[in-house]
């Protein structure tokens, strides 16, 4: 059975920081594409960051260039989000998703296989 477990999240003061966790468990981690997204109250889901199988390509929601760091450890089977110098705009449950890939670039994907649970980032100014 796969799982993937988001962990992290918390309330934090505007301009600082948390790190987002997402293990995984149940599958080929290094098979897959891993994202994140979050999505604030009555907002639509949206992308944040992406990494490719072997963590060499990366891209990223303009509004987060700069303050957030994607990466990945395959050998621990997770994938991180560095946030910094938080916003009260980011303020959203966050979620990792996974999607099976062939290549090692970044694919814009339209379906998931797998989502992770969610966790709450609150941003407070």
């Known amino acids: 059975q796969v799982r993937l477990e988001d962990t992290g999240g918390g309330l934090v003061q505007a301009g600082g920081s948390l790190r987002l966790s997402c293990a995984a468990s149940g599958l080929t981690f290094s098979s897959y594409q891993m994202d994140w997204f979050r999505q604030a109250p009555g907002k639509a889901r949206e992308f944040v960051a992406a990494?490719?199988?072997?963590?060499?390509?990366?891209r990223y929601l303009d509004s987060v260039k700069g303050r957030f760091t994607i990466s990945r450890d395959n050998a621990k089977n997770t994938v991180y989000l560095q946030m910094n110098s938080l916003k009260p705009e980011d303020t959203a449950v966050y979620y990792c998703?996974?999607?099976?890939?062939?290549?090692?670039?970044?694919?814009?994907?339209?379906?998931?296989?797998?989502w992770g649970q969610g966790t709450q980032v609150t941003v407070s100014s």
């Open positions: 998703a996974a999607k099976r890939v062939l290549g090692d670039i970044v694919f814009r994907i339209e379906e998931y296989d797998y």
């Open positions: 990494v490719t199988r072997s963590g060499g390509g990366i």
